[in-house]
């Protein structure tokens, strides 16, 4: 099943900011999954990781869409309608991330 949104529009071929969690990496500190967001780029932490980063990139910039990440599953989840939606393809990963043991 296709899902889109309004927000559909501005998902974009986008390259990751980095291997990781950029945010998480600056700081040395582990996360759970990876979200790329789907305007700009940026590579940020899910909900269930301590520092939450992709939902922080989504409340400082307003990007709305989000890919999972790891690996790139072709599942992207659209923030302000709180939903799943179905992208057009996946973001190819940079390199091996790095892992936290
Ligand atoms: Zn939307
Ligand atoms: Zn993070
Ligand atoms: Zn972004």
């Known amino acids: ?23 998480c990496l ?10 790329l967001c789907r305007t700009c780029g940026h590579v940020g932490c899910c909900d269930d990781s301590p520092n939450r980063h992709a939902s922080a990139h989504y409340h400082n910039s307003g990007h709305p869409i989000i890919e999972g990440y790891d690996p790139p599953e072709g599942w992207g989840w659209c923030y302000p309608d709180n939903m799943f939606v179905t992208l057009p393809d996946r973001t190819a990963q ?7 043991d």
Request: glycine share 10%.
């Open 94 to 100: 940079l390199g091996p991330i790095p892992k936290f």
């Open 26 to 35: 600056k700081i040395g500190s582990p996360w759970v999954h990876l979200r």
């Open 1 to 23: 099943m296709t899902r889109i949104c309004d927000h559909f529009s501005g998902v974009r071929k986008v390259t990751p900011s980095a291997l990781g969690c950029e945010d």
